[in-house]
């Protein structure tokens, strides 16, 4: 199993960083390894995704179900796909005005060894700048309203 948590305060509320992280259909705007992102269904407070990540020119769609708390939490949990376990979890806690403390982890392994092997580095790179990609999107964003 391969894990990977990040804790970042940042100079962006709780609600804009939730917001970005619930916009899953940009994300292959600013997401550099996703080149597919869809909504499938959406109720009460889940919803349904279907995500494609092209790890070194191979495409791979797997599809997620995100339980979420607005302006607090989104997991997301695997419904199909190559891995064999997926887990992500974000968290949001305003700090003033201003400011917020974003948690992320994730936990996953591929379906076969030799996936795990080949795509693992990939994605456990990919997931080490998360916390990063999604901030430098949320201040380009917040940066083009002003």
């Not at 940009?26 to 889940?46: G, I, M, Q, R, S």
């Not at 995100?66 to 968290?91: A, C, N, Q």
């Not at 948690?103 to 990919?126: C, R, W």
Request: hydrophobic share 45%; proline share 4%.
């Amino acid at each position: 199993m391969h894990c990977f948590e990040e804790t970042k305060v940042l100079p962006i509320s709780a609600k804009e960083m939730y917001d970005l992280v619930m916009d899953i259909e940009t994300y292959p705007v600013f997401v550099p390894w996703l080149c597919d992102a869809k909504l499938l269904e959406v109720k009460d407070n889940e919803l349904s995704a279907e995500l494609t990540m092209d790890l070194a020119g191979t495409t791979y769609k797997f599809q997620t179900v995100d339980y979420f708390m607005p302006h607090k939490l989104v997991e997301i949990r695997l419904l199909t796909g190559p891995f064999k376990f997926l887990e992500s979890v974000w968290t949001f806690e305003q700090l003033d005005s201003g400011s917020c403390k974003v948690h992320f982890s994730i936990e996953f392994e591929f379906k076969s060894m030799m996936l795990d092997m080949v795509a693992s580095p990939l994605f456990g790179a990919a997931c080490k700048t998360m916390v990063k990609t999604f901030e430098k999107r949320a201040l380009a964003l917040k940066g083009a309203r002003r």
